[in-house]
């Protein structure tokens, strides 16, 4: 393979550079740490502008599921564009919109059936806490520590990722947010380690709920991951998220599940929620929704979306595209593959195999910390020794970029960018598993020299 990033990647990052905001623009850094640009996917596999190919390890942010350009997918796109490209929204919808809503209702757990639909996963949060405002008038939203729910405003309020996001921004956040530990999260204020820690951050949202001087004794919502995914692949002890749901139910107080990232099949169920039974008020849904194309739902109980009946004339929430033809195409498509290939299933298999191998490795390095999964959402922590446990951040950066000279894309998460995830497309097979823990070990080994 030639050097990586190659010539034509680097012109094309200039141009970026030159003309798109530095928010977004990729940073000036050494020639061989720069970005790729890619030009196109198909199955497991990118291959970039410059002729490499590279093994997605990361399914593009979780969002291809069902493997990049699947057929289906494409001829969804190019069946609905030739049809109808854009309708009007929540005025004169396609025909297709309600078809969509309708079969996501049905793939869904308990009651949840109605929709507010979007285009990234922010929106679909946005949505949700705009609904739980309806429906709790004047009350405060519970989140939590090392949470991700998006960057748009009103989402990263809740969002306690990492500081450079909010402050920015502190100002014109909204006050009426407050945060608690989550399970085992690097920024629990505890330190504790499962299973105490599930039961001590359990007893601190009491607190919170309890105590005057908390100023959250008037909570009406609480929104949670159960899983967090850009956070490291933290994953709470078992029955926490049941008994945080039983807590919710006890007090009246709406349970909103960000599922963006672990829904559809990504934790070895269809909805992470599933492995302990718990049947939220509001759902957070996007990514894999539509395994590529631009579409997110917020999904809720008739009874808490009821809520946005209450005021006569137009529509409170909407937006040009929403429920956008070719979207609800694409998505009504996945759906139809994720259930007829039973998906959630071979990520549980396929997530037991790759988490076996990740272990079978794991002794021969100190800097492997713990090793965290559940279905095809696996996370490595990198640390400087295994006592310490100090975060190994540089560590990680480095095998990151010697996996891609490697031919495998992966990328970091936590609080510290010291977790690699581990999120594969579903229709990964054994040997192209094998492949990547091969190459993991292969760039850990030359990354320590």
């Known amino acids: 393979m030639s050097r990586i990033p190659a010539q034509r990647s680097r012109l094309l990052l200039e141009q970026l550079r030159r003309f798109e905001s530095p928010v977004l623009a990729p940073p000036e850094l050494p020639p061989e740490e720069g970005p790729i640009v890619w030009a196109s996917a198909r199955g497991c596999h990118v291959e970039d502008v410059d002729g490499h190919r590279y093994l997605d390890a990361g399914a593009a942010f979780a969002v291809a599921a069902y493997g990049h350009a699947h057929p289906e997918l494409v001829a969804a796109v190019c069946a609905q564009s030739q049809r109808l490209m854009h309708a009007m929204g929540d005025v004169y919808a396609s025909e297709n919109k309600g078809a969509f809503l309708e079969r996501l209702a049905g793939l869904l757990p308990g009651d949840l059936e109605q929709s507010i639909l979007g285009l990234s996963g922010a929106d679909a949060v946005e949505a949700a806490i705009k609904t739980a405002a309806l429906a709790r008038p004047n009350c405060r939203t519970l989140a939590f520590h090392n949470a991700y729910h998006g960057l748009s405003l009103g989402a990263l309020g809740h969002t306690a990722y990492r500081d450079s996001f909010r402050s920015p921004f502190a100002a014109r956040l909204g006050s009426r947010i407050s945060h608690a530990p989550y399970p085992y999260c690097y920024r629990c204020p505890m330190g504790l380690q499962h299973p105490a820690c599930g039961l001590a951050c359990l007893n601190y949202v009491r607190h919170l709920l309890d105590s005057p001087v908390s100023g959250c004794e008037d909570v009406g919502a609480v929104l949670v991951e159960p899983i967090q995914g850009r956070g490291g692949i933290v994953i709470p002890p078992a029955?926490?998220?049941?008994?945080?749901?039983?807590?919710?139910?006890?007090?009246?107080?709406?349970?909103?599940?960000?599922?963006?990232?672990?829904?559809?099949?990504?934790?070895?169920?269809?909805?992470?929620?599933?492995?302990?039974?718990v049947v939220p008020d509001l759902i957070c849904l996007g990514k894999a929704m539509s395994g590529g194309f631009p579409i997110s739902a917020a999904v809720g109980t008739v009874e808490v979306m009821s809520a946005w009946r209450t005021a006569p004339g137009e529509a409170r929430h909407t937006s040009t595209f929403l429920g956008h033809p070719v979207g609800c195409a694409v998505a009504l498509a996945a759906l139809e593959i994720f259930e007829r290939e039973r998906l959630e299933q071979r990520s549980a298999r396929l997530g037991a195999y790759l988490l076996e191998r990740l272990r079978r490795l794991a002794p021969d390095f100190a800097q492997i910390g713990e090793l965290r999964g559940s279905g095809l959402m696996c996370g490595v922590e990198l640390v400087s020794d295994k006592e310490s446990r100090a975060p190994a951040s540089e560590l990680a950066w480095e095998v990151v970029l010697k996996m891609r000279r490697m031919g495998v894309l992966l990328l970091s998460s936590g609080s510290y960018g010291n977790v690699l995830s581990f999120t594969p497309p579903l229709i990964i097979e054994e040997s192209e598993l094998d492949e990547l823990v091969m190459v993991f070990e292969r760039a850990l080994r030359e990354a320590l020299g």
């Open 239 to 277: 029955g926490w998220l049941k008994q945080l749901a039983e807590l919710c139910a006890e007090r009246s107080i709406l349970l909103i599940l960000d599922e963006i990232y672990t829904g559809f099949g990504r934790t070895g169920r269809r909805f992470a929620c599933e492995h302990e039974g």
